[in-house]
């Protein structure tokens, strides 16, 4: 399928088969997100370097240079070092604590460029809504950042004036969503259960008149589709025995029916963004 240059498919092939990192993200408008930042990087990264397990060098965690403000850290070390390192253990359990209490979100890096390019940002809307579209938002995290982006530059315990709307046509994962959601405690976020390519309308009134209603148009509108998955391939050894061209030929009608129906929502000079966790031609170019 030409994924990469026949000259870097050895290259490819050992990537792949790498442990993946394990990836975390500071959210950023708590009040102690750049104070958490800080004890990361001055408590406990010190601690994490120079370590040795049965004669390796162990990497320290890292920041990852593309994720704003600094925000987002990578591990390159699997389970063993954490059961074997007591540093890597309390380490561990820091971020464990944190997650809880929603100061911490544990994301992949990849899943964190979507809402990136989506460029959610309130001071772009002064006198309008700032209306946020994820159409299949299930289990969270992209959403997690949409929030937070809407939330970014405001007063502290100001509402911003817009909202998200996460969609999933999974009434469990839809409900496993708000679960996940809590954490933020954002009065900003409306979860609802609908099949993504057929997205009702939503109609509101605008205040001029009574009756006088109007479509909702969205600013931002995310579309991560339902796919194959083979670009998850580090994580989920089971796709290189079950991999088949119909997995991805099956899914093409659905994913351009999302992505139609996301134009149709989307305001004009609105921004759509469409994302899947594959390689294939097929679920993207196509």
């Not at 240059?5 to 500071?26: C, D, I, K």
């Not at 109007?214 to 083979?230: E, T």
């Amino acid at each position: 399928q030409g994924i990469v240059p026949e000259e870097e498919w050895q290259v490819f092939l050992e990537s792949l088969r790498a442990e993946l990192p394990t990836t975390f993200r500071v959210t950023g408008t708590r009040l102690v997100a750049a104070a958490l930042n800080e004890t990361i990087k001055k408590k406990y990264i010190p601690h994490l370097t120079n370590i040795t397990i049965d004669g390796k060098r162990v990497e320290a965690p890292t920041q990852l240079p593309w994720y704003p403000n600094e925000f987002g850290w990578q591990l390159l070390n699997g389970k063993m070092v954490v059961k074997r390192s007591p540093e890597f253990k309390q380490f561990h359990q820091f971020l464990v604590a944190e997650t809880e209490v929603g100061n911490i979100s544990r994301q992949e890096a990849v899943s964190m460029i979507p809402p990136l390019l989506l460029d959610v940002e309130p001071h772009h809307f002064v006198m309008l809504l700032h209306q946020v579209l994820d159409m299949c938002a299930a289990p969270g995290s992209k959403t997690a950042q949409l929030v937070e982006a809407l939330h970014s530059g405001n007063a502290t315990g100001a509402i911003p004036a817009g909202m998200v709307i996460a969609n999933d046509a999974d009434a469990r994962r839809a409900y496993m969503l708000v679960h996940q959601m809590r954490r933020l405690q954002s009065p900003c976020l409306i979860v609802t259960n609908h099949e993504a390519q057929h997205f009702p309308n939503v109609q509101f009134n605008n205040g001029l008149a009574a009756g006088n209603a109007s479509k909702l148009q969205f600013d931002r509108v995310l579309c991560d589709v339902p796919c194959s998955g083979d670009g998850t391939l580090r994580k989920n050894a089971t796709i290189w025995q079950n991999w088949h061209a119909g997995n991805a030929n099956g899914l093409h009608a659905t994913q351009i029916s999302i992505l139609l129906r996301g134009c149709q929502l989307l305001r004009v000079g609105g921004r759509l963004v469409y994302s899947t966790c594959s390689m294939n031609p097929m679920e993207n170019e196509a």
